[in-house]
């Protein structure tokens, strides 16, 4: 199963989501986690056993030469490039290292870069599930996930129906913002704000993620109730 971890802003703790899932369903089952954020992303820094000259764009060629292990963790990860040097990998060759790693592994969730970029298109083309992850502390990023949605589905460049919210650091449980999203995506998930988050791996998170990871293994997605009726009578 192939899931990818976006959102069109910066900061939501898209990589915690990423890392924490990882963590849960390897418990389980053979977890890759890819890191695809250029701008830099953060899985050296969350995991400071990697060798970063390990990565996905050093090995593009041979993609399993690029596969780690963190230190006393049962999932595996693939580094991705160093800021600015995406240039130097095709989007072709992000699709056949995607392909290889579907199929060694139960499980690829891939952290994809804060806004699309022509590299992950066809990644979040072959995703079973986006999961979108968003807060509601500020109307921006929801006008943003709009705009976004709206590129997509003009373009063609997924089925929306594959993309899901994911709300994280929930302080209340009334939607607020998000529910002015007018693709009215289904809500799957809720993360509750932490005190003093110790990381991804942190127990109280691994407790809630552990019900994400029983909803992408299940299959059953609640709806956005609030969302449906206010698209039926068109509040």
């Known amino acids: 199963m192939l899931i990818s971890i976006f959102s069109p802003k910066g900061g939501v703790g898209k990589t915690t989501v990423t890392l924490a899932l990882a963590e849960s369903l390897s418990k389980n089952h053979r977890v890759l986690a890819l890191e695809l954020d250029f701008s830099p992303g953060d899985f050296i820094s969350l995991l400071p056993s990697l060798d970063p000259k390990k990565n996905i764009l050093t090995y593009k060629h041979d993609i399993l030469s690029a596969v780690q292990r963190p230190q006393g963790k049962n999932f595996d990860v693939v580094v991705g490039g160093y800021p600015g040097e995406d240039r130097y990998i095709k989007r072709e060759d992000i699709t056949r290292c995607v392909e290889i790693l579907k199929f060694k592994y139960e499980y690829v969730i891939v952290d994809i870069q804060p806004g699309i970029v022509e590299l992950v ?61 007018k693709h009215s995506l289904k809500l799957v998930h809720d993360v509750p704000f932490y005190k003093k988050l110790k990381g991804y791996d942190d127990k109280r998170l691994q407790k809630n993620i552990r019900k994400l990871a029983g909803v992408l293994q299940n299959g059953t997605f609640r709806e956005n109730k609030k969302s449906f009726f206010r698209r039926i009578f068109n509040i």
């Open 121 to 181: 298109v066809d990644v979040l083309q072959q995703s079973d599930k986006v999961l979108v992850v968003a807060e509601e502390n500020f109307i921006t990023p929801v006008a943003r996930i709009n705009a976004l949605l709206d590129w997509v589905q003009v373009n063609n460049l997924s089925d929306l129906r594959n993309f899901v919210f994911i709300r994280n650091k929930v302080t209340n449980k009334e939607l607020v913002y998000i529910d002015k999203v």
